[in-house]
């Protein structure tokens, strides 16, 4: 008996790790321009204050503004600039 959910727990994640590696490998990665475009709005509305503040400032506003994009059988949740268009249905 429990080597029958060893095994069916074993295939679940063999075929998680199957559909994360075809899509990295088949997926096209595309550019987000939504942080850019966040830090660039703060940072020219913050022109003059010291540096350390600006920064701390476009961080709070990204914190605040950013889409957050959570992909089917994703290990880590969380974008970093490149994204892979979700293509799996």
């Known amino acids: 008996m429990k080597d029958d959910k060893k095994e069916k727990s074993e295939q679940r994640y063999m075929e998680r790790i199957r559909l994360i590696k075809d899509r990295v490998v088949n997926t096209r990665p595309e550019m987000d321009l939504e942080n850019a475009k966040i830090m660039t709005e703060s940072f020219k509305e913050t022109a003059g204050e010291p540096l350390c503040i ?9 914190c605040r503004e950013k889409t957050v994009k959570i992909w089917d059988q994703e290990l880590i949740v969380g974008c970093s600039g490149m994204i892979m268009k979700q293509r799996m249905r």
Not at 54 to 62: C, D, I, L, N
Request: proline share 0%; net charge positive; aromatic share 12%.
């Open 54 to 62: 600006r920064k701390a400032k476009a961080f709070r506003r990204q």
